[in-house]
């Protein structure tokens, strides 16, 4: 903008100017909502190795993990509140405004929700979406009960209820946990879904706690041919256990959660990768620390983070502050087993390469000078007349 016009504009124009300006941004937000909406409901944030849409718009648009939750969630909400949508993008309800009403808002009281929040402040609204929060799940429930039943005559067992959220993440964490360590199948070599993982993670959380005393969990030893491990091809076999695909036990014996017995083709041990070989546990917490949580953009997971050899050690990559990266679960099967790869140096540029190679690129990207032209240029009054 010419600096000069804005020292000499009067202040009904630069207040008009804001308030078009602030409506602009909130027609060109709702656009944004929309698209945001249907993005998630297609779930197209996963050919781009993100865990969620908001971790998506992390990485791409640069917004904080916060911000991009309450875009979601909102852009959700508005997708079935068509009076609110509407006060949106008329410029008439302001973002703060529009987020905590949707999370009030339903089919039955849209209406009397928008008429009230035409004339609150931002703050009020905040107040009203806290208690509502408090009181109620998303669809009405009492939050802090859990129901179960059986259906369909008894072959289904259901499972139904709502936490506070810390609580929840307790429950998420151990599920997650849990379904993290699932191996693939033996029969396909593919991984089950997450959900049917969390479900398995459900019953072995119930059954560990009913379980009998033995409390040490076995260690699991997986042989493997050194040639293999090397070409990251053959398959290992879990000792007693199922036959592992080649690049899982290459992600298994990259972060050293396993007990690696490597060996020749006459049969005799080359080595033995114990956990503890690969990452000394002083340097993990430097490479911890450095990286604070998954390194993959846009992903908010900070704990249970996996090491990543960026050269593998069966390559004859080093363990150390250079060759390591912490990824999650998720990211660190999606660099060995989903084909994407990672390149670059932990300290200066990381680069995620998705599986054709073209690298994924984080935001957010500039505006381009024609859209730029189109929403901000023309709502400034022109220069008045001279003197
Ligand atoms: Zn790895
Ligand atoms: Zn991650």
Redesign the pocket.
């Known amino acids: 903008m010419d600096a000069s016009l804005l020292a000499t504009t009067a202040a009904g124009d630069l207040a008009d100017t804001m308030t078009q300006l602030h409506g602009a941004g909130c027609a060109v937000h709702k656009a944004l909502l929309e698209i945001i909406a249907a993005f998630d409901e297609r779930r197209l944030w996963q050919a781009d190795g993100a865990t969620s849409v908001a971790a998506w718009l992390v990485a791409r648009l640069g917004v904080s993990y916060g911000t991009a939750t309450a875009w979601s969630e909102t852009a959700a909400r508005l997708t079935n509140l068509p009076a609110l949508s509407a006060a949106y993008e008329e410029g008439r309800l302001s973002w703060d405004q529009v987020r905590a009403a949707a999370e009030v808002a339903d089919a039955g009281n849209e209406a009397a929700v928008l008429a009230q929040a035409l004339g609150a402040s931002a703050a009020q609204l905040e107040r009203a979406a806290r208690r509502h929060r408090e009181r109620v799940g998303p669809s009405g429930e009492a939050i802090h009960s859990v129901r179960w039943w059986y259906e369909r005559r008894g072959v289904q067992w259901r499972l139904n209820g709502y936490l506070p959220a810390e609580q929840g993440a307790v429950v998420a964490r151990a599920l997650e946990t849990i379904a993290d360590e699932a191996s693939r199948r033996p029969e396909n070599g593919m991984y089950d879904p997450a959900p049917v993982r969390y479900a398995d993670a459900l019953v072995e959380l119930a059954e560990s706690r009913l379980a009998a005393t033995d409390p040490a969990p076995p260690t699991v030893v997986v042989h493997v041919a050194a040639d293999a491990l090397a070409a990251g091809a053959g398959p290992g076999e879990i000792e007693d256990g199922p036959v592992l695909a080649g690049p899982v036990v290459?992600?298994l014996a990259?972060?050293a959660r396993l007990e690696a017995v490597v060996e020749r083709p006459d049969g005799s041990t080359v080595g033995i990768n114990r956990a503890g070989r690969g990452v000394p546990p002083w340097l993990a917490r430097r490479v911890r620390h450095r990286d604070q949580g998954c390194r993959f953009p846009g992903c908010e997971r900070t704990r249970w983070v996996?090491?990543?050899?960026l050269v593998?050690w069966a390559d004859g990559g080093p363990t150390n502050l250079d060759n390591l990266v912490s990824?999650c679960g998720h990211h660190?099967r999606l660099?060995?087993e989903g084909g994407w790869t990672l390149a670059g140096h932990p300290d200066r540029r990381l680069t995620f390469l998705r599986p054709g190679g073209t690298p994924f690129r984080p935001g957010p990207d500039p505006l381009r000078p024609e859209v730029r032209a189109r929403l901000v240029d023309p709502v400034l009054p022109g220069p008045g007349p001279p003197g």
């Open positions: 290459r992600r990259c972060d996996y090491l990543h050899h593998h990824l660190h660099i060995h």
